[in-house]
Nanobody, 125 residues
């Protein structure tokens, strides 16, 4: 499966932005999709994920309550909606997918087999 992440940009603190992760090569039904981010000089960190069934989501504490994940199966796309953005949310955001990952591994980057190329999100204060 190939993943294409898009939707990044430059926004002011407090604004919102939606990222898209579109898959080609196979359906995202039954596939867990995770979002990760990496800021300059920092390690890649988990942001949130949608479970394989698509019926559940998990988020890091730093974004819980501000970010949501949704799916559009017809478009084979998963969205990361980011509200109340903060300067510390500035990073390159990546989507990842895996059809075998278990719920307890959703936060682990190494558990995902497929990755998109990343999209830059910059939040100015």
């Amino acid at each position: 499966v190939q993943l294409q992440a898009s939707g990044g940009g430059v926004v002011q603190a407090g604004e919102s932005l939606s990222l898209s992760c579109t898959a080609s090569g196979r359906t995202l039904r039954g596939v867990a999709v995770g979002w990760f981010r990496q800021a300059p000089g920092k390690e890649r960190e988990f942001v949130g994920a949608s479970t394989r069934t698509g019926g559940g989501t998990v988020f890091s504490d730093s974004v819980k309550g501000r970010f949501t994940i949704s799916r559009d199966n017809a478009k084979n796309t998963v969205y990361l909606r980011m509200n109340s953005l903060k300067p510390e949310d500035t990073a390159v955001y990546y989507c990842a997918a895996d059809s075998h990952i278990i719920s307890s591994s959703l936060r682990n980057a190494i558990a995902y087999d497929y990755w998109g190329q990343g999209t830059q999100v910059t939040v100015s204060s």
